[in-house]
C-alpha cells in the first residue's frame, strides 16, 4: 500500500500563489508516475499534471504556463508550485501515484480556493 498525504492548499486571491505538497510512503517501490488531478463542485476530477520517475511532465492545457510539477526523490515529495491563480482554479486537488502502470493510489486531497 501507499500513503500520500496532501499539504498546502488554501484561499487565495486571484493572481496570487499557492505550492501543494504530496508526501508518499509505504510500499512506494515502482512507483513510476505522480501527478496531481482536481475536482470542482459539479464537475469531473481532471489531470492537472504529472511527472514521470524520469521527470518528464505534462500539464492541462488550462494550467500551462502557469502551475510547475516537481519531485524530490529524497524526500518522496511531489510539489505543484500553481502562480497566477484564477477563479476557475477552484477545486480540491487530489495527489496521485501510479505504480507498476496500473495501481492508483489517492490523497485525501486538499481545497484549493480563488477569490475574484
Known amino acids: 500500500q501507499v500513503q500520500l498525504v496532501e499539504s498546502g492548499g488554501g484561499l487565495v486571491q486571484a493572481g496570487g500563489s499557492l505550492r501543494l505538497s504530496c508526501a508518499a510512503s509505504g510500499s512506494i517501490a515502482s512507483i513510476n508516475v505522480r501527478g496531481w488531478y482536481r475536482q470542482a463542485p459539479g464537475k469531473q476530477r481532471e489531470l492537472v499534471a504529472v511527472?514521470?520517475?524520469?521527470?518528464?511532465?505534462n500539464y492541462a492545457d488550462s494550467v500551462k504556463g502557469r502551475f510547475t510539477i516537481s519531485r524530490d526523490n529524497a524526500k518522496n515529495t511531489v510539489y505543484l508550485q500553481m502562480n497566477s491563480l484564477k477563479p476557475e482554479d477552484t477545486a480540491v486537488y487530489y495527489c496521485n501515484a501510479v505504480k507498476w502502470g496500473m495501481e492508483y493510489y489517492w490523497g485525501q486531497g486538499t481545497q484549493v480556493t480563488v477569490s475574484s
Open positions: 511527472i514521470s520517475a524520469g521527470g518528464s511532465t
